[in-house]
């Protein structure tokens, strides 16, 4: 089972993790308050060992290289880069640690970060806003979530995709026709190609059709099946330009 967008805006885990399985997690972040405030919600937790807190990316990677955690919490912007270095750490992992999920925390909820988290695959990926995570639940079911392979996008940030969309002439959506924009529409709400076939009044093997090419046209024809049809509704919800999403996708 993969990941799917939810209507709700984000993406639901599936499949879960075992309930009693305890879960090695580290975080990092570049603000003492909020490595606490993380640290609180996580060890608190028995299904969580909190193994260690770092403050910087360079600190990470040396914690992670020694404690091999399950799960990494991190901030998007840490030093030394002070820009995208949680996402790039995450990016890194996908060599030379598949198996370790990340949960990237921020203020922000910027398109351009959610392409760049998924771009390699949504699979044990997570991002969340740090202004949602005052429920514990939220942020462990994140954890389990990517722990168990799945992927979890933020409603508020899909909202914000939603809000960024721009309509530009050099975006990769006006390549599409009409019917394939309902359909990309459609699958952003996390419907599957049965309930597409229903809503538009298709069968399913035209909806199979007009996917396919919405792929083709998004440069996805050779992506993995679930990261693919992710990365298209993200490309759908922040109407990134030509340039922008064939950097994200390639």
Do not use: W
């Not at 910027?110 to 695959?121: E, F, H, N, S």
């Amino acid at each position: 089972m993969g990941d799917r967008f939810s209507p709700s805006g984000g993406v639901d885990p599936q499949p879960e993790a075992a309930d009693d399985a305890v879960l090695r997690v580290v975080i990092a972040d570049d603000s003492y308050l909020v490595r606490e405030a993380l640290g609180h919600l996580l060890d608190t937790d028995p299904r969580v060992d909190l193994v260690a807190t770092c403050q910087n990316g360079l600190q990470l990677a040396k914690t992670v290289e020694a404690e091999l955690p399950d799960v990494v919490v991190t901030d998007i912007r840490m030093p030394p880069s002070g820009d995208d270095e949680g996402i790039a750490f995450a990016n890194r992992l996908r060599e030379s640690h598949p198996e370790i999920g990340v949960v990237v925390v921020s203020q922000y909820a910027d398109p351009r970060y959610g392409l760049a988290l998924l771009d390699r695959g949504s699979d044990r990926r997570a991002y969340l806003l740090k202004d949602r995570l005052r429920d514990r639940e939220h942020l462990i079911a994140a954890v389990y979530a990517v722990a168990a392979g799945g992927s979890v996008v933020d409603a508020k940030v899909v909202e914000a995709l939603i809000a960024a969309r721009t309509g530009s002439e050099n975006s990769l959506l006006a390549e599409l026709t009409q019917r394939e924009l309902e359909i990309l529409s459609h699958m952003a709400q996390g419907k599957s190609n049965q309930a597409i076939a229903e809503a538009l009044f298709l069968s399913k093997r035209a909806v199979e059709k007009h996917i396919n090419a919405i792929f083709l046209k998004l440069g996805l024809a050779h992506a993995e099946d679930i990261s693919r049809r992710v990365k298209a509704a993200l490309i759908y919800l922040a109407g990134a330009s030509t340039n922008e999403a064939l950097r994200s996708v390639s």
